[in-house]
């Protein structure tokens, strides 16, 4: 296990509720590929969304955000953090 | 006060102890711009840098950066999250 940053687009505009609807979708089927989403942040003026996951590749990371409706630009593995 | 998060690329094969000496060199300097500086995060691989503060203005947690040797790519001002 490992953590990684995954970054999206596209999301201005973006409510609080609608951050909460797909944060929930995502953590619905997280434990299908072993991973635990911690946090989402969002900037609803550029669009950016940053979520901050546990899980076993960035592939899973992927499939779960896939399958959830919203695919990533990028996931990456942060193995530093302080 | 609001969150930001910035993004830094460049940081190929960053390790532990640079990514620590980096955040220092911001906290050290922080409070002169009112930024409280979280956590970071980085991907030695694709040398990506990704750093959660609390701060006044996307502008403040650039002049830290600045000041600091390393400016951000991108600043983003993340004012929802889950």
Redesign the interface.
């Known amino acids: 296990m490992a ?1 990684f ?1 995954d970054v999206h687009s596209g999301f201005r505009d ?3 509720e609608q ?2 609807q797909a ?1 929930d979708a995502d953590v619905a089927i997280q434990d299908e590929e072993g991973v635990t989403f911690e ?8 669009g ?1 969304v ?1 979520c ?1 996951s546990e899980a076993p590749s960035a592939e899973a990371v992927q499939r779960v955000h896939e399958r959830a409706g919203h695919r990533a630009d990028e996931v ?7």
């Open positions: 953590k940053m973006i409510t609080a951050l909460q944060h946090h989402a942040w969002a900037d609803p003026e550029s950016m940053y901050l990456h593995m942060v193995p530093l953090s302080v």
